[in-house]
């Protein structure tokens, strides 16, 4: 592991060449946002630390910052925009700091509080959702701007969750009449004849996250009451052959596990007043062997259509635990090795 000690020798992140060490003091007046700025355990300053190779202690002046100079005004920058957002009522964890100072190290005028201003509000929640990254910003401003969204990328990037969050504030705001939630249920082929039970215990585990995500969007009781109503329908692709979509808002998750003529048979149902989110991974294509994707198809047929968006997400978008990313960067380089 490289140490702080080591680090102050390196190149600075900031991209110029080490200058002095200094110190900097950061005014925290309200000792209850200074608690939640350290987080537990001082949590948060710990990772401001590892990664910049900095020293972050108390005073009762607020928080001393001691460094060499590049990465200690950044560190300054980092927690003044910090706590800010925390005065606004928003609530900060340790892979929140990681991923504002990857942020701030690529773009030392951005401001965090630009990620909170595409807030996406659903009634009956306690809290709104909000960006975690500029990504992910970038994808809702296309799905409000869009009627056809592509969003693709690794596990844990928030691109599923996004257009579940988006398609449940479309329908309880009354821009839409009802909300399709689908995915390929076991495989392109949908062959669930070998699984015990009727169609609906059939489908039930490979439809599992949408239910997740539902519950997670509203309260348990008013999501039973919009699927009991219709006005929330999750179900296999297989379902949507022959139906007109019209004032629906539809999301296609594990799109890269379609076939060429599922993609291009959901695609087609879109009517009237509606809006679609494909959500998929391309590096966890579950299909034959030989058997080209319906999301890699669609991503080369209609990249330069009009009124269709495409958003890809990386690593960097990862929002679960910090050690996903660095386990789908690990997966990408080897990718890399091998092709190369």
Request: aromatic residues 4%; contains cysteine; neutral net charge.
């Amino acid at each position: 592991m490289v140490t702080a000690a080591q680090k102050m020798k390196a190149k600075s992140k900031s991209g110029y060449p080490r200058a002095e060490e200094k110190e900097s003091i950061l005014p925290i007046p309200d000792p209850t946002i200074s608690q939640k700025l350290g987080g537990d355990l001082d949590a948060n300053f710990k990772v401001i630390e590892r990664e910049l190779g900095i020293k972050i202690g108390r005073s009762h002046d607020g928080v001393l910052i001691s460094g060499v100079d590049a990465e200690v005004d950044l560190a300054h920058d980092l927690l003044q925009q910090l706590q800010g957002l925390l005065v606004g009522g928003e609530i900060i964890f340790p892979g929140d700091i990681e991923r504002a100072i990857r942020m701030l190290e690529g773009n030392r005028k951005l401001r965090l509080e630009e990620l909170f201003r595409d807030q996406v509000k659903i009634a009956g929640r306690k809290r709104t959702i909000v960006p975690k990254t500029f990504r992910q910003k970038a994808y809702i401003e296309a799905i409000k701007s869009y009627d056809l969204v592509f969003g693709v990328g690794p596990a844990g990037t928030g691109k599923t969750y996004l257009a579940m969050a988006m398609a449940v504030a479309a329908l309880v705001n009354q821009q839409v009449k009802r909300v399709v939630l689908c995915r390929p249920a076991v495989e392109a082929g949908e062959k669930l004849g070998f699984l015990p039970g009727d169609m609906a215990e059939k489908v039930n585990p490979y439809l599992r996250p949408l239910y997740d995500a539902l519950h997670d969007m509203v309260e348990p009781e008013r999501a039973k009451e919009l699927v009991e109503k219709g006005a929330v329908e999750v179900a296999p692709l297989a379902f949507m052959r022959g139906r007109t979509l019209t004032n629906a808002f539809v999301v296609l998750d594990e799109a890269q596990n379609t076939t060429v003529g599922q993609m291009k048979m959901l695609l087609t149902r879109i009517g009237r007043g509606s809006k679609c989110v494909v959500t998929g991974d391309v590096t966890q294509i579950d299909l034959p062997r030989g058997t080209l994707s319906g999301l890699v198809d669609a991503l080369n047929v209609l990249k330069n259509i009009d009124g269709i968006e495409i958003t890809n997400f990386s690593e960097e978008d990862v929002i679960r635990h910090a050690l996903v990313a660095r386990i789908v960067s690990a997966y990408q380089k080897r990718k890399e090795v091998h092709e190369g």
